[in-house]
């Protein structure tokens, strides 16, 4: 089995936003309120932050269920591990992931700026400088034979897309607009051209748009080479 | 995470027939197609009999790839391992399933005729005279921790949703009719006293109906008692 490169429950508003402005240690999602974003997830009972029993174990649960499913590294943004910008002044903080963050594999962050690896439970952070390519090669090799997870945010996962990288994208449009902040698209039918593309509504309100890539395009050939 | 008796990618016709009449070893579905009932699932990407690269990653393969995600054991009735009915008289023929059966766990056959266990690659399969409520007990305690999918066929699943026992049931109706053989059910609503329901057409043409046990319901307490 050939090991694919996967954006998965990437969400964004109706509007086409992942992120809200102004980005603060306290606000991930700068205006935006990741509650709102990001319920269809918090209300499945795959959620990995759930905290009582219950939840949904309908569609929206299927798409979080396969989350980890067959994942084995995740490639993000400088601005999905913290708000810093520049330089690294206080490696002290070691990102918004807590002691136990959710990824379980090796994570590649991408920054200009040098820093130490961090490991947290059974997630190591490496930093890293490099283009979408130089760190995909990376992220697969440390993969173990599985696959390699974007996990955003919006400018990385546009990044990869647009460099011909990402095999599936799994985005889903919350019922909700957030007026600014920063896009991964500005209509749906953006990368048509490029991937098959499925449209389904959940009954929870939102819509998981699934892509994969059309086997003919020539961003296939490039990643193949 | 407590372990879960789930039924995954069963298919049934649009009037609730999952295999056909007439059983034969050459005919495992009787009069009915497997190729027009199931092409759902040979047309996704994840199929486990697929043989060429290429097929969809759409919604239905994200059904089909959660097939094995999680699940240590399964449970079959007799007439999902071979067609023969009565005591075995010929141990030399292991099953429909090949070489390689998709399992890759412990399964346990339901029979009233016993026979030595089997092992084929990494499926071993055990037969088991025993009601619904003992087999799910001692398929739960081979899984390892994991889940277990009741596999099928029709009469085996009702019998384990009649007891109570089935967490989360997906059943795919395809665009076809069969007029005859072994129901599921006669309407997708039959169950809705005891489970959640939602009811997702696929761009595939067959619709996912996705069930789970409603949490106040009898049958829940008379699993964990």
Redesign the interface.
Known sequence: MAQRIRVQNFTVSQDGYATGEDQTLERPFGHADPGELMAWRFDTASFPGRTEP?G????DD??E??FA??IGAEIMGRNKFGPQRGPWSDHEWVGWWGDTPPFHTPVFVLTHHHRPSITLADTTFHFLDATPADAAEQALAAANGLDVRVGGGPSTVRSFVDAGLI??LHVVVAPITLGGGVRLWESADEFDDRF?H?N?P??SGVT?H?L?RK?SSPEQEQVTS
């Open positions: 219950g949904s174990r309908g569609l299927y798409f269920r396969d499913n067959g095999d599936e098959h499925e389904i959940s009954p998981h699934i994969w086997e």
